[in-house]
Nanobody, 129 residues
Framework: QLHLVESGGGLVQPGGSLTLSCVGSGFVFSGYTIAWFRQAPGKEREGVACVDFSGESTYYEDSVKGRTTISKVDAENTVYLRMNNLKPEDTGIYYC??????????????????????WGKGTLVTISS
């Protein structure tokens, strides 16, 4: 059975940084594209960042571009999401997802469907002073 487990969330001051981790099990990690979504209180879920199955191609939503890095380490069955210069609007529950597609553009962007095959339970990130 496929599992995704997120960790690394918590309370961070504005301007700070954090790294979220997503560990996968029960499937061949190297064959899946991994995407992060988030949902703020009272708002719709939105995409954050994506790394394709090879780990070589990434996609970032405009809201986090330039201050976020996503990386995939197949040997660890782990995807990392490093976010810098955090803002209060980054507050939300962050979900890791897996999908057997060849590119992030299938999920995110103007041609993306913003869907996923498998979801983690999420980790809460709160940006507040």
């Amino acid at each position: 059975q496929l599992h995704l487990v997120e960790s690394g969330g918590g309370l961070v001051q504005p301007g700070g940084s954090l790294t979220l981790s997503c560990v996968g099990s029960g499937f061949v990690f190297s064959g899946y594209t991994i995407a992060w979504f988030r949902q703020a209180p009272g708002k719709e879920r939105e995409g954050v960042a994506c790394v394709d199955f090879s780990g070589e191609s990434t996609y970032y939503e405009d809201s986090v571009k330039g201050r976020t890095t996503i990386s995939k380490v197949d040997a660890e069955n782990t995807v990392y999401l490093r976010m810098n210069n955090l803002k209060p609007e980054d507050t939300g529950i962050y979900y890791c997802t897996a999908r057997r597609v060849p590119a992030c553009t299938v999920i995110f962007g103007p041609l993306g469907d913003y869907g996923a095959d498998y979801w983690g339970k999420g980790t809460l990130v709160t940006i507040s002073s």
